[in-house]
């Protein structure tokens, strides 16, 4: 079997430049669509379940803007409400709005400030 030279693009050979552009433009395409198809079933969801979808644990962690091991230590900590169902366990968007209000610390005024000197 011959050698392929450098510059050949047959079977065994590389993608050009413009072939590489075309695919990271339709790689791209596709990512979008993949985001809308995820919100588009956020949404049913929320309307299926009402105000209090329950979230899985992974989509928590984006929620909160933390690792995904952080909600399931608050699961395992029993920090916060969950349901389990079988094996999986979710939790309720509205447990997770009461969690982060109970964190919120309000800034302190200039009032605040004299009145605890």
Do not use: C
């Not at 979230?55 to 395992?76: K, Q």
Request: hydrophobic share 40%; no cysteine.
């Amino acid at each position: 079997m011959p050698r392929q030279q450098s510059g050949d693009t047959g079977r065994g050979g590389g993608l050009s430049e413009e072939e590489r552009q075309i695919l990271l433009a339709e790689l791209a395409e596709i990512t979008a669509e993949l985001d809308e198809l995820h919100t588009r079933t956020r949404q049913i969801t929320a309307r299926v379940h009402g105000a209090d979808a329950p979230i899985a644990a992974r989509e928590t962690a984006e929620y909160l803007n933390t690792s995904p091991r952080f909600p399931r230590r608050l699961v395992a900590e029993r920090r916060i409400r969950f349901v389990k169902l079988g094996r999986f366990v979710r939790i309720p968007e509205s447990s997770l709005r009461e969690f982060v209000s109970a964190g919120l610390v309000e800034p302190m005024t200039a009032s605040d400030v004299w009145r605890a000197v």
